[in-house]
């Protein structure tokens, strides 16, 4: 019992440094053809060496079907798949990836689209900007880095259409120039909508400051693109029931819901294994789960008729999934 979904080869047809520490992969189809069309704001899962499947933003026009581009950050803090695309992934080599998947989608009915990026956030802004820009929509972009040399695709986006709507950011310049964003956020008009991706810190600091200002949950969208596992003392063994076989299987406290259906012959699509992508996302039929994600929205999480099994528990004995 599995939903694998197919995956495409594509070939690295370009490896290029764009700052300290990031690295672009060009990614072409295999056998020439056209690539799936993709919307901004859409990942693809990478398949890489070892077995690691990692999701990565697009950040090339979303109008361009020919190539995905990918930016890479090496994180010494991750798990392996950034430093297996820096040391062992090159130009030439083949990979398999899945088609494109967007949850952090443009709401196209805005009046004005507020974009923030934190580092290596910028891939899926990135791409937002190239889509609005070329559709006429009213937004700015803001762009915060550690310094310039750390700022990827730099001389892309001066180039741009749209740089007089951009305003970069560095920690280590003068305070003058730094984002203040409780007064970048106080101006709440109807209609505008923020999209922000970066680091954790980065995006709860934007997040909780337009919230305690009052915006509404539905002009908030975001993508967390790496996450602690929260774990507790409280964790507790607890039973799932998969509603179509009516199997049982107990996770112990020290497992995930996803490593003990894997072991029970169930496998569950997923990708980032820290609850921030959405791939795993699961239909909850019965039983209260326990949110550890990054994913879902406060109210998403409140309704407790869907879950991230590989990282989310149970409050009650038993879950009842729709698998």
Request: charged share 20%.
């Amino acid at each position: 019992m599995s939903n694998h979904q197919p995956t495409i080869a594509v070939r690295v047809a370009r490896k290029q440094q764009e700052a300290v520490d990031i690295c672009s992969f060009e990614l072409v189809a295999e056998d020439g053809a056209a690539l799936p069309a993709f919307s901004a704001g859409s990942h693809v899962d990478v398949h890489l060496p070892g077995g690691l499947v990692r999701p990565y933003s697009l950040c090339n026009p979303p109008g361009e079907n020919h190539r995905y581009l990918i930016g890479v950050l090496r994180d010494p803090a991750s798990r392996g798949g950034s430093q297996a695309m820096h040391d062992q992934v090159q130009e030439g080599q083949t990979l398999q990836i899945s088609a494109p998947a967007n949850h952090f989608a443009l709401a196209h009915d805005a009046k004005r689209h507020l974009l923030l990026a934190g580092g290596i956030g910028v891939t899926p802004i990135l791409c937002m900007a190239e889509r609005l820009a070329n559709t006429g929509a009213d937004f700015e972009m803001h762009y915060c880095t550690r310094s310039p040399d750390r700022t990827a695709f730099y001389p892309r986006i001066a180039a741009s259409s749209f740089a007089p709507k951009v305003q970069f950011h560095f920690d280590d310049g003068a305070a003058e120039q730094k984002l203040d964003i409780p007064a970048l956020l106080n101006a709440l008009a109807s209609g505008v909508h923020l999209y922000v991706c970066g680091p954790k810190g980065f995006m709860d600091a934007v997040l909780n400051t337009a919230r305690l200002q009052g915006w509404p949950e539905d002009q908030l969208h975001y993508e967390f693109f790496a996450g602690a596992v929260a774990t507790s003392d409280t964790d507790a063994s607890f039973e799932v029931q998969i509603a179509s076989s009516g199997q049982i299987v107990v996770v112990p406290r020290d497992k995930t819901v996803v490593q003990v259906l894997a072991e029970a012959g169930v496998e569950v699509q997923m990708s980032c294994e820290q609850g921030v992508c959405g791939t795993c996302l699961t239909r909850v039929i019965e039983g209260i789960p326990d949110h550890k994600d990054m994913y879902l929205t406060p109210e998403e999480q409140a309704a407790n008729d869907q879950f991230t099994p590989c990282c989310s528990r149970s409050k009650t004995p038993r879950l009842v999934l729709d698998l």
